[in-house]
């Protein structure tokens, strides 16, 4: 399946926000935290609240989640 930029950022906030595996959400903050040092990503991180999910994650128990969200 050929998901655009926007559903497949989509589809990574969706995974983050149900999965109940530490390790999962690990792999996808750093996914995102990839994504969001490319500029053409910005407005779409902007329109999915990535921003806001990254200052949550700050408050997460596991040091590498904060890691993540910092960068």
Do not use: H, W
């Amino acid at each position: 399946m050929d998901l655009g930029r926007l559903e497949y950022l989509q589809a990574l906030v969706t995974e983050f926000q149900v999965t109940e595996s530490s390790e999962a959400k690990e792999q996808v903050l750093a996914n995102l935290a990839n994504f969001a040092y490319d500029p053409k990503n910005y407005e779409y991180l902007r329109q999915l609240q990535v921003l806001d999910l990254f200052l949550d994650a700050l408050t997460e128990d596991k040091e590498t989640l904060v890691e993540f969200a910092i960068v």
